[in-house]
Structure formats: C-alpha cells, structure tokens
C-alpha cells in the first residue's frame, strides 16, 4: 500500500516543482554572488551557499517522500536550473563586459604568429568548456551533496496522515531507521541548524552586495568627469564618513589631501570610446596648459585594475621631469600607442595591448586645480 500524500509528494511533479525552485533560488543567489568584487572570501560564499544549499535540498525533499532518491534528483534538477541560470547570466556578462577581447589580447600578445582567426576560436571553445565544466561541477554537487541530504531527511521523513490505497504496481521505499525521540529531535536540530547557517550566508551575501551597491553609488557621486577624466577633491580628509572613506578606498587607495596631489583617471577618450591598444591617442596640452602646480605632475599608463604593464622600452609614466619636448609654439604633444612615434619618441607614453588606464597626478597643485577652474585637455584618437 501506499500513501496518497506520499505519491503526490514523491513523483516526477515534485522533484521538478521543489528543483525548478530551489534552482532559481540558487541561480538568482549566485548571480548576486557574481556581482561582488573578484577574491578569496568571494569564493568562500559561493562554495559555501552551494554546498549548504544542495544538503537542505536533498534533506527537504527526503523528509517529505521519505525516499534518498528524491533527495538526490531534486538536488540534480537544482543544480540544472541553477548552473543554466548562472551560465546564461555569465555569457551576458562576457558578451557586454569585453572579455572575449580582452582574452584575445592577451593571448595575441603570447601567441606568436597564430591567426586572429585561430586566437578566436581558442578562447571562445575554452570559453565554452569552463561553462560546461560549471554546469556539470553543479549538477554532481546536486546529485551527491542532495543524497547525503536525504540520508538525513529520511530519518525525519513525515508520518502518514491520509487513507491508505491500495497500488498494485508501488514498491514502497525501504522504512526509516528505527529512531528514539531524543535522536528524532537531535535530527530535527540539525535540520534547523542547517536552515539557519542558509539563511546567514544568504543575508551575508545580500548584505555584502548592499554595502558594494552604496559604495559605488558614493564613489561615482563624490566623482567630476570632464573631457573623460575623473577626479576627485574629497578624500584624505579624516572629517570623511565612513562610506565616503570606503568609497575613496575602493576608487584611489592610499590618497593624500588635495592639497598636497591631485589625481584624474580616464578609461575613455574625448569621445567616450573606451582607451584600448588597438588605436592610437594624442594627449595635447596648449601652451601654458599643463597642469599647474608647486612640485610636479606625472601620466601614469596601467592596465583598468590599476598594475602597471611591461613593455620594451620599460617606460611606465612621463611628465615635466621624464624630459618631453615642446612644440615650436610651447603646447605639449604626448602620443599614447604601442609602437613609438618616429621623431617623437621623448613623449612617447607606451600602451598595452588591450584596454588601459591613464592617472595623471599632480603634486602640491595649484589654485586653479583646487578651485576646479582646471581641466585636463581631452585625449584624442589619432586616425
């Protein structure tokens, strides 16, 4: 014989029902996860939310079928919505965030005299192999992590509460383990215990991803762009609040008052097309335009994480000691590419081969740029 709540609780309709929503649970709280800033404690939560997560999947589903089995497929059917959830969300983030042309590069940079056309389809077949790679990693976890849920589950399986009907073609699982009341409610602790810990790394998540959304809403209000170039007048000051620090700490680390140096950083041009190696650009400064200050100004090349890049001729930054040259009339001309400009090699600021960031920093600058009177000449795209 077998229960009718039991039936209705352990077919096909609800593996899929409980694994379509735990999966895009899993799925949502993973693209959250995606969103926090690259490092090691991001890794920890989202092995930790996965592993969690796919116990109390597997415990839920046994517990109310009674049946390991049910554990382990509602675990796979969640691991399956979750990893396409997070692989279809992952595509979208390469396709907009530039990273296939990043990857093509950098490996345009070390791969010799390979086609470009080869160069692509290496890095989107390697590409498409770390996706699958994810999707199965989650679908195993699913499987293996849910059975050991149910392990669990079962022992906390729900007591029939309907009429018994008679199915000729019903195996019945195999009975739970005989349990006395105090390992019944050892269990039923850890179960709560299990939820709990859940729930704490969801809210831990959630929170993390709150605090980066408001630091990064004050780090681009307490922003000026003009011409392309950032800057910022408010940080260094011990008077700053807590998030207008942490915003300064995200954006320009280890920052001096504005009266002793002042930073701009552009990824863009003048006309808004992101800086990149592939192109060639011309920083011009009219006569009398460079930077005023008390001590001296530098532009700086780095990659967009901010770490310098090496190139051949070891030259990382240039400025009014590095020796450039003016023009007849006194404006200044700084050629940022990656292959020096006959004649011009004194203002030649060498570029990396994919997308760079410029700092031009001044030291103990003058009124003009403390008052914001000053802006940084555009850096234009030569054809």
């Not at 396709?95 to 590069?105: D, E, K, M, P, S």
């Not at 006569?287 to 030259?315: D, E, I, K």
Request: charged letters at 10%; hydrophobic letters at 50%; one cysteine or more.
């Amino acid at each position: 014989m077998q229960e009718q709540g039991m039936a209705r609780r352990g077919g096909a309709a609800f593996i899929w029902k409980w694994g379509a929503i735990c999966g895009a649970v899993l799925g949502a709280i993973q693209i959250i996860i995606s969103l926090l800033s690259p490092g090691s404690l991001k890794t920890i939560i989202d092995v930790l939310v996965w592993l969690v997560a796919f116990f109390v999947i597997g415990l839920f589903a046994a517990r109310q079928t009674g049946r390991v089995t049910t554990g382990a497929l509602v675990g796979l059917v969640a691991g399956l919505i979750g990893g396409l959830i997070a692989v279809i969300f992952a595509i979208v983030q390469i396709a907009t965030n530039g990273q296939v042309t990043q990857a093509l590069n950098r490996a345009g940079q070390r791969g010799g005299s390979l086609s470009p056309g080869v160069l692509h389809a290496i890095v989107v077949v390697l590409i498409a192999l770390s996706l699958i790679v994810t999707i199965a990693l989650e679908l195993g976890l699913g499987v293996g992590l849910g059975a050991l849920g149910g392990l669990v589950g079962r022992r906390l399986a729900r007591p029939a509460t309907s009429t018994p009907v008679v199915d000729p073609g019903w195996t019945p699982p195999s009975p739970p383990l005989p349990r006395s009341p105090a390992r019944y409610r050892a269990w039923a602790s850890l179960l709560n215990l299990a939820f709990a810990v859940l729930g704490i790394l969801t809210g831990a998540v959630l929170a993390i991803l709150t605090a980066g959304l408001l630091i990064n809403a004050q780090a681009n209000a307490m922003q000026t762009t003009t011409n392309g170039w950032n800057i910022s007048l408010q940080c260094g000051k011990a008077s700053n609040g807590i998030l207008l620090q942490a915003a300064c700490a995200q954006t320009l680390p280890m920052v001096n008052l504005p009266q002793e140096a002042v930073y701009w950083t552009a990824t863009v041009d003048g006309a808004g097309q992101t800086l990149t190696g592939g192109h060639d650009y011309r920083l011009y400064f009219p006569p009398g335009g460079t930077p005023p200050n008390q001590a001296f100004w530098s532009l700086t090349m780095t990659n967009t994480q901010g770490q310098m890049v090496a190139n051949p001729s070891n030259r990382y930054s240039v400025g009014d000691r590095s020796g450039l040259v003016p023009n007849t009339d006194g404006s200044i001309d700084i050629y940022i590419q990656q292959a020096a400009p006959a004649g011009h090699e004194a203002n030649w600021l060498p570029a990396p081969g994919g997308y760079f960031k410029l700092w031009l920093r001044v030291y103990q600058p003058g009124a003009a740029i403390l008052s914001g009177a000053y802006h940084v000449p555009p850096i234009v795209e030569v054809h």
